[in-house]
Nanobody, 122 residues
Framework: QVHLVESGGGSVSAGGSLSLSCKASGFNQYCTYAMSWYRQAPGEEREFVAG???????TYAASLEGRATFSRPNGGKSIYLQLHGLKPEDTAMYICQSERRRSYYCAPEVYWGQGTQVTVSS
């Protein structure tokens, strides 16, 4: 069973920075897993933040372009999200997601972590 554990959230003032981490366990060595960050604010839909598909460069939500840096060192089981120039509207639960890709041995499936809270005050 895949487990995703996030850390690094907190409360900062506008303009501040945070570094988020997500560590996965339970990956099947014969399968390929994409990993991404999403966020969800109270009363809002969950939205894509940043992700890295194998062999593709990171992509970001337009609202965070230039203020976020996504990384997945060596395509491993951990991903990171560095957030800069935070704004009050960035306040949300930041949630790690992993997607197991379809292959001969593997069925597609999506996994979610519990999230880490980011709160930005004005």
């Amino acid at each position: 069973q895949v487990h995703l554990v996030e850390s690094g959230g907190g409360s900062v003032s506008a303009g501040g920075s945070l570094s988020l981490s997500c560590k996965a366990s339970g990956f099947n060595q014969y399968c390929t897993y994409a990993m991404s960050w999403y966020r969800q604010a109270p009363g809002e839909e969950r939205e894509f933040v940043a992700g890295f598909d194998p062999d593709v460069r990171p992509t970001y939500a337009a609202s965070l372009e230039g203020r976020a840096t996504f990384s997945r060192p060596n395509g491993g089981k951990s991903i990171y999200l560095q957030l800069h120039g935070l704004k009050p509207e960035d306040t949300a639960m930041y949630i790690c997601q992993s997607e197991r890709r379809r292959s001969y041995y593997c069925a597609p499936e999506v996994y979610w972590g519990q999230g880490t809270q980011v709160t930005v005050s004005s």
